[in-house]
């Protein structure tokens, strides 16, 4: 399977290919600290995504600092007031929360995608 993603100790990076430099600039998502790295092949780029973690959390632990957790979970959702009020009434009917639609639909959503259904 293709995927422009890395992962190295919970944290997730995309990466893509710079024509004018050749290089590979990755970049970690899922924290509010900018972390980037980059490397001319794949063993270079691994390898310097590896150090910008490991540097990211010595830098952390050494100002005590919590690192950035990857995903709060927590996101707010713009939808069209029609779809907002069936959302709400399909929760209601069903005795559950507007969240635990959401997540239901967005579990659906991508179970052909990637397969997994948690």
């Known amino acids: ?4 993603l890395m992962e190295y100790k919970g944290y997730k990076a995309s990466i893509c290919y710079d024509k004018e430099d050749e290089i590979f600039v990755g970049e970690v998502f899922g924290v509010n600290d900018l972390l980037s790295f980059h490397g001319k092949s794949i063993d270079e780029l691994k390898s310097s995504f590896h150090n910008c973690i490991d540097n990211y959390l010595d830098l952390c632990q050494s100002i005590n600092k919590e690192p950035d957790k990857y995903f709060s979970g927590c996101f707010n959702v713009r ?6 009020k069936r959302l709400s009434e399909y929760a209601v009917i069903n005795n559950c929360s507007l969240n635990q639609v959401i997540t239901m639909a967005l579990e659906n959503f991508l179970i052909p995608v990637d397969g997994n259904s948690s």
């Open 1 to 4: 399977m293709k995927s422009n």
């Open 79 to 84: 939808t069209n007031p029609s779809l907002h």
